[in-house]
Structure formats: structure tokens, C-alpha cells
């Protein structure tokens, strides 16, 4: 049976109409509205908040989120209208080199023939690797890098800070020619407006690395370093994301924030989220990346270029900070081994992939020497040690072979940061075998080339007060590796003149790469003068050299001259207890018990860790080595 609706009267559609109306205020909040029901206007809530309380049959709700990006918009473009005026090309800065090579089949940044230590050893040292000179980028006047010049760049702001058009110009200028060479992530031929367009994160990323030692404005990265960090957390926080937004934080990760403590360092956190961002994306499948998306898309040659080298540089970036971390490095995959071994179309600059090939070699290391389970430090069973380094040190002979001839002395750096690395291996073997010391005298004049490498590039190109950071893990690892075998029973098969003045320019150098008060590296400079005078002091030169923390891959050999510090400086002798920032010393069970903590008698106790080092430090320099010996202080003659 059919029911037929009766139509309603003009009372009832009136009723029917009223129920369905709601004030503009409770419209846009998606709230209950009493007017609706026929209660009094202005409504309570708009009497409550004090709302203009009104009925629109017309009304739109608007999307407040897209209405507040388009009035920051608006008042960024106003802004730019007022405080930009466009300005005569700028003069080139003094004393910075080109960056046109940055891009080039070889990049580098200075042109020189490499150099190494002299040293004597009963081993010859590792073959040298001679460079190409025409791998190398001549010093040339400096120029100015390429910017528009039928438009002016806008004025940005972030939270209360303010750069002029002219400021944002001269910031990336200093970018590409001082810190770019050294990771060819970018492209050096866009503009300041085009990187803001793409992320304003990159944006500021930049601005905030260029200005780690700008002169013109000394204060600009301290003030600068709080409100981009929020930015890049509120960034993360808020996906979805792009390739942009890793590369901003591939900067951060390699130019990191200053810090005062290994604890409180993010960059490990910061990388491994950056990783996190690229895979869910499909930076590591760059040909089939629509199928990490929502919509379908292929990338152009310039698309397909850039993914390449960013994630490129993702993977390099995160075996660095594994290395230094003393973490299980990154596994390689397709498209690293593809960038590697057959990429034959130059998906990527020369310089970054023979920074591939070495973090690449990197990883095998941390694989090959840390899935061992069955002992508390993940290492090989005792007898496996000596054979495996054995492999592994083939293997390296063999990459510094390929890359003889091609190498710039930057990324030699690298490439002998990787030899220390696995050379640190043979410290935590216990055997006293002739393998084993002749490993260690290897890791003795690769240490001593490595310092040398570091001190030229500085003295002609600031590298380390430009370069990424890990340079300041580089130096670390190289010169307590020279004072580990200079105070131990190979001191006699070493040149210990040539190991001093090379750990005296370490001092030196860490210093250089400080870029505040108390960061890691300027604490990190008086703490190895301090080490030198304990070792000179109470070092026994009768024992083998060691190591007690053994549970830190490569990195033990840095976190155990840091605990033999804190035992002999910082208050935390053998046997106390757990001071209240919760720090423990060297596991008992993984400790060489042949290796003798190191001098107590100094009087220390009930210092403050800052009282310590500075106190120390002024009663070191210049310090006592042996009787009449005198090292000068760093810096000196």
C-alpha cells in the first residue's frame, strides 16, 4: 500500500526552516546554535564571547588554516613591497673561492699536491694516494654565484628576527662557496625566493648555516638557532613532507646545533628521522616513485638528479653519525650500490659518490665486526678478530687503489677516517701478535697523515672552520690514536717528536671548528691537553695498548679516553658511585683488565666538571712531558 506524502503547510515549512538556520559564529564553529530553535538573537555564545550575532542564509564556512596562510602571505608580500628596494649587483666577498667546480665531475675546493708524516716504523706505511690536479678547483678571484638580476630578492622574517633582501643574498652567497663543496646536495643556480617557495625550512636552513661565522652580523646564528629548531620540529610534526624537507635536515645534521654535551646531541635523532622521511617517500626508488604516493608521477632528469643526490648524501650523512655514535651503520640497497658501481649517466657529482663508495665501506666495517650475539660487546669470538680485520684491510687497500688518482684531499679525509675506523678493531683484540702491531703502526701514520691533510687544507682554505662536522670527529680519533700508541709498549717503534707536534696542531685545530663558548669542540681542546699530560705523566709504556670500553664499535676508542678523562679530571674516580646525571663508567664485563686506571693522585675530588677543566688547563699550557721535555702550548712555536 502506498503512502502519499501530504504537502506541508506554510506553518510547518516555516518551522522546518527556521530548525536549519544558526548564527555565522556557531555556522563556522560547527556548533548548536539556539536560534535555530527559535531562541532569542544575539544567541548565548555570541553573547558569552561577544559576537556580533547574526543570520545569513548565504554564509560559507571558511577553512581557517588555508585564510591564515594566505594573510601570512599577504603580509610577507607587503612587507617585501615596503623594506625591498632593488639593489645594485653586490661586490664579491673577499677571500671566498668559486663554487663553480661544486658541481663539476670532481669537485673540491683547493688545488694542492697531497702531503703526508714522515714517520719511521718497522711496517712501511700504506701506499700514498696521489691526486688528480685536475680534480681540483684552482684558487680563483672570487665571484659572485649566479642570481637574477631582473628581480631583487624579498626580505624574510622568522618569530621576531628580520633579513633584508640584500642580507638573504650575501648569506647564500657564503653558503655555496664556503659550506656547499663540501656536500653537493643543492643547486647552487637558484634563487634565495625560489628555495623559500620550495621550503622555508631549506630557506632558513641555509641562512642559518652561512651564518655560523658571519662578521657582519656576529649574533645572527645564536639568535636564529632557537627559532629555526622549532621550525624544523613543527615541520616534522606536521606532514606530509618533501625531498626539501630532508635535505633541510641533512644540513642541520652536518652543520649541527651547538651543544655542550654528547647527551643532549639531537643529530643522531635528527638523521634518523631524515632516513625515516626519504624511504616512506621513495627517494630510494627514484624511477618508481609514485608508488610511495597518492598520485601518480615521474620525475623529469633534473627530478631524478636531485633525488639522487639526496638521498645520496642521506645515506652518507647517516653512516657518519653511526660511525661517531659507535652505532650498527645503515645497510646499503639498490640504488646506493646502482650510484656506486654502474652509475654511468652522472646522476650525481664525482666528490659525492666517492663519499658514497667510502661510507659504503663504512657500513661493511660496523656489519662485519658487530653481528657477533653471543658476546656482550657484539664482537667475534677471540682467534676470529685478527682474520676478519685481515679482510677488511684488503678491502680498503683496495678502495684507496680505485680512488688514486681521483680523490680530492677533502674526502681523503674521509677515506682515512674510514682506515682508523677499522683500525680501532685491533685495540679491542687482546692478543700481543705482530698482526696486530703492525695494524696499529698503520693506524699510527695514517693519524699522523690525516692531521697533517687537515692542517694544510686549513692554513689555505679554513677548512675547519667551514667543514661539516665531521671533521671534529676525524681529529678526535686521530690524535688519541697517537696518544694511545705513543705511551704504550709501541712508543719505541714510533716517531713520538713527529706524534707530538701532529697532536699539538690537533689541539689547534679542534679549536678552530668551536664556534661558541663551552661547544663540544672547544671543551673537547682542553680535555685532550689534559689527556697528553696524564698519559705523560703515569702512562705505562710497558703494556700493550688497549682498551677497557669495547662496547662502542669505532667510536670506543674516543669514549674510552673520555672515561680514562672523567676518572682522572671530572670526579668519577674508579669504585664511586653513580654521580646524579646518571653516567656509569665502563662496563666490568667487557673491560681489559690488563689496562690500569690511569692516575688518581691528582686531587680533584669535589670540583665541579667546568672548575676542573678550566683550572687544569691554565696550570698545562705550557705543560711537562718527560723531565726537562717541554711541548709548547698549542699555537705556539
Known amino acids: 500500500m502506498r503512502h502519499h506524502r501530504q504537502p506541508e503547510s506554510p506553518a510547518d515549512s516555516a518551522r522546518h526552516r527556521s530548525k536549519r538556520i544558526a548564527c555565522r559564529q556557531c555556522r563556522q564553529a560547527k556548533l548548536r546554535c539556539e536560534v535555530s530553535t527559535g531562541g532569542a538573537m544575539p544567541c548565548s555564545r555570541c553573547r558569552r564571547l561577544g559576537y556580533d550575532c547574526k543570520l545569513d542564509t548565504a554564509f560559507q564556512r571558511v577553512n581557517r588554516r588555508e585564510r591564515l596562510e594566505e594573510l601570512e602571505k599577504e603580509v610577507q608580500h607587503l612587507r617585501s613591497s615596503v623594506s625591498t628596494l632593488p639593489v645594485p649587483p653586490q661586490q664579491p666577498l673577499p677571500g671566498i673561492p668559486t663554487p663553480s667546480e661544486s658541481y663539476s665531475a670532481a669537485t673540491s675546493i683547493v688545488d694542492h699536491e697531497s702531503s703526508g708524516a714522515p714517520v719511521s716504523l718497522l711496517v712501511p706505511p700504506l701506499p700514498p694516494l696521489p691526486l688528480d690536479q685536475s680534480a681540483h678547483v684552482h684558487p680563483l678571484p672570487p665571484q659572485q654565484r649566479s642570481l ?40 647552487p643556480a637558484s634563487s634565495p625566493d625560489q628555495y623559500y617557495a620550495r621550503s622555508p625550512l631549506l630557506f632558513w636552513a641555509i641562512i642559518l648555516v652561512a651564518s655560523r661565522r658571519w662578521t657582519e652580523e656576529p649574533g645572527l646564528f645564536v639568535s636564529l638557532t632557537a627559532p629555526v629548531k622549532r621550525l624544523l620540529w613543527d615541520t616534522i610534526a606536521n606532514p606530509p613532507h618533501t625531498w626539501h624537507v630532508v635535505q633541510s635536515i641533512l644540513l642541520v645534521c652536518l652543520w649541527p646545533f651547538p651543544t655542550s654535551s654528547l647527551s643532549s646531541d639531537i643529530t643522531s635523532i635528527l638523521v634518523s628521522t631524515a632516513q625515516t622521511i626519504a624511504v616512506r617517500m621513495g627517494l630510494h626508488r627514484p624511477e618508481a616513485i609514485q608508488d610511495f604516493s597518492r598520485t601518480k608521477r615521474r620525475l623529469n632528469v633534473e627530478e631524478t638528479a636531485e633525488v639522487a643526490r639526496t638521498w645520496a648524501t642521506c645515506y652518507i650523512t647517516a653512516q657518519i653519525i653511526a660511525t661517531i655514535d659507535g652505532q650498527i651503520g645503515v645497510t646499503s640497497d639498490w640504488m646506493i650500490d646502482r650510484l656506486c658501481d654502474r652509475d654511468g649517466t652522472g646522476m650525481i657529482p664525482t666528490a659525492l659518490k666517492h663519499q658514497l663508495l667510502i661510507s659504503r665501506f663504512s657500513a661493511r666495517v660496523g ?94 682554505t679554513d677548512t675547519m672552520a667551514y667543514g661539516p662536522i665531521s671533521y671534529f670527529r676525524v681529529i678526535s680519533i686521530a690524535a688519541m690514536f697517537i696518544l694511545k700508541l705513543s705511551y704504550s709498549n709501541l712508543g719505541p717503534f714510533v716517531d713520538l717528536e713527529t706524534g707530538k707536534r701532529s697532536f699539538n696542531a690537533a ?37 700493550g695498548p688497549g682498551l677497557r670500553l669495547k662496547t662502542r664499535l669505532a667510536a670506543s676508542l674516543v669514549h674510552d679516553s673520555m672515561w680514562a678523562w672523567r676518572e682522572q679530571f671530572g670526579g668519577q674516580m ?16 667487557v673491560q681489559d683488565q690488563g689496562i690500569s686506571v690511569l692516575h688518581e693522585g691528582n686531587g680533584t675530588d669535589g670540583l665541579s666538571l667546568e672548575d676542573v677543566v678550566d683550572a687544569e688547563l691554565l696550570a698545562l699550557l705550557p705543560f711537562s712531558l718527560e723531565g726537562d721535555e717541554l711541548l709548547t702550548a698549542p699555537g705556539g712555536c
Open 507 to 543: 689541539i689547534m685545530l679542534t679549536r678552530r671548528i668551536s664556534i661558541e663558548d663551552n661547544d663540544l669542540p672547544g671543551r673537547s681542546s682542553k680535555i685532550l691537553t689534559q689527556l697528553w699530560s696524564a698519559q705523560a705523566r703515569g702512562g705505562q709504556r710497558d703494556k
Open 574 to 589: 674508579s669504585g664511586m658511585n653513580t654521580p646524579s646525571g646518571g653516567m656509569r663508567g665502563p662496563n666490568p664485563a
Open 148 to 187: 637574477p638580476e631582473t628581480s631583487s630578492t624579498f626580505a624574510r622574517s622568522l618569530e621576531f628576527l628580520h633579513l633584508r633582501g640584500d642580507q638573504v643574498n650575501t648569506l647564500f652567497t657564503i653558503f655555496f662557496q664556503r659550506y656547499h663543496p663540501y656536500a653537493p646536495l643543492l643547486d
Open 367 to 460: 656489519q662485519f665486526m658487530s653481528g657477533h650475539p653471543q658476546a656482550p660487546t657484539g664482537l667475534p669470538r677471540p682467534g676470529e678478530v685478527m682474520s676478519l680485520l685481515a679482510l677488511l684491510e684488503r678491502e680498503y687497500n683496495e678502495l684507496v687503489s680505485t680512488l688514486t688518482g681521483q680523490i680530492s684531499e677533502e674526502n681523503k679525509i674521509l677515506l682515512n677516517f674510514i682506515g682508523l675506523q677499522f683500525y680501532v678493531f685491533y685495540l679491542l683484540e687482546d692478543t700481543d701478535s705482530d698482526p696486530r702491531k703492525r695494524g696499529l703502526l698503520r693506524a699510527y701514520s695514517i693519524a699522523l697523515e690525516t692531521i697533517t691533510i687537515m692542517n694544510h687544507l686549513e692554513s689555505l
